[in-house]
T-cell receptor
Framework: GQQLNQSPQSMFIQEGEDVSMNCTSS?????WLWYKQDPGEGPVLLIA?????ELTSNGRLTAQFGITRKDSFLNISASIPSDVGIYFC???????????FGEGTQLTVNP | EAGVVQSPRYKIIEKKQPVAFWCNPI?????LYWYRQNLGQGPELLIR????????DSQLPKDRFSAERLKGVDSTLKIQPAELGDSAVYLC??????????????FGPGTRLTVL
């Protein structure tokens, strides 16, 4: 089946620093989504990307849909303690609406 | 607007016992998903419903797992009998999906199942 490689697996940063994470795939996706999951909660949608090359921002978050449709990145600027959590990328195909998730990036922000 | 509601939030059972999870999707959403999330991994799809029809259940272990979505709204996911390896978080998600387009899925808080 489809596989998503998400990196890094974990990050430890200082408050105020910028952070970048990415996902790559051997398959093409029509949609890239980025979710954040807090302990004991379900994933919460942060940004949705629907077109190759698309660059979208949501506050301090910026994500891009790779031009090859096989990758995406998420940047967080000026990190704050509440950014702590696990970030998942997910690729979607139009035909079946099945999302394939990466394994997550655990972000720790030290105040 | 209320989000996806799931219950119970936590369940501890002994192996070979049955267990059921319930999900109420966001009002107006025609598509409902059940995912399983193992520790340290991303969610994996078990089954997808469009209205009351199961349109993608290829990854549902049908020997012990069953699901239903009567009337195309609420859904239940059942495991009978449960095995140790079923310990995981079971997530429900819903969306409003138009044919041929990728939809945006919204997740519930999940049910954390522990099988002893």
């Amino acid at each position: 089946g489809q596989q998503l490689n998400q990196s890094p697996q974990s990050m430890f940063i200082q408050e105020g620093e910028d952070v970048s994470m990415n996902c790559t795939s051997s398959s093409i996706f029509n949609t890239w989504l980025w979710y954040k999951q807090d302990p004991g909660e379900g994933p919460v949608l942060l940004i949705a990307l629907y077109k190759a090359g698309e660059l979208t921002s949501n506050g301090r978050l910026t994500a891009q849909f790779g031009i090859t449709r096989k990758d995406s990145f998420l940047n967080i600027s000026a990190s704050i303690p509440s950014d702590v959590g696990i970030y998942f990328c997910a690729g979607g195909t139009a035909s079946g609406s099945r999302l394939t998730f990466g394994e997550g990036t655990q972000l720790t922000v030290n105040p | 607007e209320a989000g996806v509601v799931q219950s119970p939030r936590y369940k501890i059972i002994e192996k070979k016992q049955p267990v059921a999870f319930w999900c109420n999707p966001i009002s107006g959403h025609n598509t409902l998903y059940w995912y399983r999330q193992n520790l340290g991994q991303g969610p994996e799809l078990l089954i997808r419903y469009e209205n009351e029809e199961a349109v993608d259940d290829s990854q549902l272990p049908k020997d012990r797992f069953s699901a239903e979505r009567l009337k195309g709204v609420d859904s239940t996911l059942k495991i009978q009998p449960a095995e140790l390896g079923d310990s995981a978080v079971y997530l429900c998600a819903s969306s409003f999906r138009l044919a041929g387009l990728t939809d945006t899925q919204y997740f519930g808080p999940g049910t954390r199942l522990t099988v002893l």
